[in-house]
């Protein structure tokens, strides 16, 4: 199994600061035959259940706001909020489908305002 | 709009059974893949389950096999997760999720509690 591990576990940013995660896989996640990162991000505020927002490692879904944004290869991946707003307030998950349909997720890092 | 609504949860005893629905809609259900994730109260995301759009492959997290069977109805538009010998490891919020690599969009998610 992909063992995924995020740090920190929870950071707290004042608003319009930057929040970075990072996340690494105990395998390489970059697939050859398409040369993608086979990793994604998700949100889950309070109540509700996780959201998508980042796939192929830096590839937005569809309306996820342009202060969201993932990096990294292979092995070590960031997901940077650029500048926190109130409404980002959640818990977020990197989650590795290189091993597609055995999914694993990182343990999640909680993300308040300072 | 997709729409996954799941049912069936509830409390029940160690060894005992329950059957989880997911009622899909808003999309071509049997064009997708779908998959069971849980959430332990308090906890982070574990996946369970998924099955390919025509029910032919099923897979499962090793902690589950051979207790639950994920199954899906592509003319009634509803997946399923039948789970036996239920064990207090097994509360958690179950989320239904179309898709079996990226996953989404989730359902609301259905309680589970196994106690005694």
């Known amino acids: 199994d992909i063992v995924m591990t995020q740090s920190p576990d929870s950071l707290a940013v004042s608003l319009g600061e930057r929040a970075t995660i990072n996340c690494r896989t105990s395998q390489s996640v970059l697939y050859s035959s398409n040369n993608k990162n086979h990793l994604a991000w998700y949100q889950q505020k309070p109540g509700q259940p996780p959201k998508l927002l980042i796939y192929?490692?830096?590839t937005r879904e569809s309306g996820v706001p342009d202060r969201f944004s993932g990096s990294g290869s292979g092995t070590d991946f960031t997901l940077t909020i650029s500048s926190l707003q109130a409404e980002d307030v959640a818990v977020y998950y990197c989650?590795?489908?290189?091993?597609?349909?055995?999914?694993?997720f990182g343990g999640g890092t909680k993300v308040e305002i300072k | 709009e997709v729409q996954l609504v799941e049912s069936g949860g509830g409390l029940v005893q160690p060894g005992g059974s329950l059957r989880l629905s997911c009622a899909a809609s808003?999309?071509?259900?049997?064009?997708?893949?779908m998959s069971w994730v849980r959430q332990a109260p308090g906890k982070g995301l574990e996946w369970v389950a998924s099955?390919?759009?025509?029910?032919?492959?099923?897979y499962y997290v090793d902690s589950v096999k051979g207790r639950f069977t994920i199954s899906r109805d592509n003319v009634k538009n509803s997946l399923y997760l039948q789970m036996n010998s239920l064990r207090a490891e097994d509360t958690a919020v179950y989320y239904c999720v179309r898709g079996s690599m990226l996953i989404g969009p989730w359902g609301q998610g259905t309680l589970v509690t196994v106690s005694s």
């Open positions: 808003g999309f071509i259900f049997s064009s997708y893949s």
């Open positions: 099955i390919k759009e025509d029910g032919s492959e099923k």
């Open positions: 192929w490692a830096s």
């Open positions: 989650q590795q489908y290189y091993s597609s349909p055995q999914l694993t």
